[in-house]
């Protein structure tokens, strides 16, 4: 199959999934539950949902190891079965997607390095590489660093899978758009920084997910691809800005409405396009069927 990365350099725009979480409420998973945990507990469900997502056309699939790191994996008292649920996430993801990427997930631990006393990098780092270890073992072709504010933490994440196992890395962060129309992460970190940063640390794909819908994903990749013009980059855009209908967080784009937005995300400096909250397999069976219009026109 090939690395990602030599994929990209054809000029050919790829596909990746979508939400995760709505999917897992979908199949009965209830609030309160270790999303992470149904890897094992629930293997042949996770496994559909990467099914779903390759069915959809996605070239890529996530796995459902996003929160499964030691310190959120403790709330549930299954700090000592990371590799454990680590290994299953990667290995349900193969299940399902056949012979589309796996981009194993790796989440935020929830600390914070400047509050957190008791947190050291070191720390953080051996977390990651707990994670990495285990995900690479259950098949995985890459990590996805994903949901980032912090750029300590991420570079942890970065230095942790490169260091440790033979897999590409995408660096994705999550930024909100300021009253002055400026980007920033929670911890204040603007795109362009979060691009440099994450590739100094050896990330072979940056980006952005969550947080946002298509249109102002736009504004971040130009302002990422201006920064870092030669890189490759991701974005997991959100089906919109969640609205509350009856009690009921509703995310208001159709497949259609974000797939209408994939030519300007192109021209912004996106390679590769998927979805993150509220975004279905339909939604990424929509972006593919555009991206497929742009790949046979840039083609010819």
């Not at 072709?141 to 912090?150: G, L, N, P, R, W």
Request: one cysteine or more.
């Amino acid at each position: 199959m090939g690395r990602i990365v030599d994929t990209l350099k054809t000029g050919r725009v790829l596909v990746s999934d979508g939400a995760w979480g709505t999917f897992l409420f979908a199949k009965g998973m209830r609030a309160g539950e270790c999303p992470d945990a149904w890897s094992i507990e629930r293997f042949d469900d996770v496994a559909d949902i990467a099914r779903s997502y390759a069915e959809a056309g996605a070239d890529m699939v996530e796995s459902n190891s996003f929160g499964a790191n030691r310190f959120k994996l403790a709330h549930y008292d299954l700090q000592d079965r990371v590799s454990e649920i680590n290994e299953a996430a990667a290995r349900a993801s193969r299940k399902g997607a056949g012979d589309k990427y796996v981009i194993a997930s790796i989440g935020p631990t929830g600390k914070v390095l400047v509050v957190a006393k008791d947190i050291t990098r070191d720390d953080l780092y051996d977390a990651f590489r707990e994670q990495a270890i285990a995900l690479e073992r259950g098949g995985a072709d890459a990590i996805c660093v994903e949901t980032m504010s912090d750029l300590d933490e991420a570079v942890c994440a970065i230095r942790a899978a490169k260091e440790n196992t033979k897999l590409e890395v995408i660096s994705t962060f999550t930024f909100e758009k300021s009253p002055k129309g400026q980007f920033w992460t929670m911890m204040g970190l603007s795109p362009a920084k979060a691009a440099q940063g994450a590739l100094a640390a050896g990330a072979d794909i940056v980006g952005t997910n969550c947080g946002n819908g298509v249109e102002l994903m736009i504004e971040i990749a130009r302002e990422m691809k201006a920064s870092v013009p030669d890189a490759f980059i991701l974005v997991h855009a959100n089906a919109g800005l969640p609205e509350n209908v009856g009690g009921i967080d509703v995310f208001p784009e159709t497949p259609e409405m974000m797939a209408s937005f994939v030519p300007d995300l192109i021209k912004s400096g996106a390679n590769i396009i998927g979805g993150c909250c509220g975004t279905t397999p339909a939604h990424i069976s929509a972006i593919k069927r555009a991206v497929e219009r742009h790949n046979a026109t840039a083609n010819h």
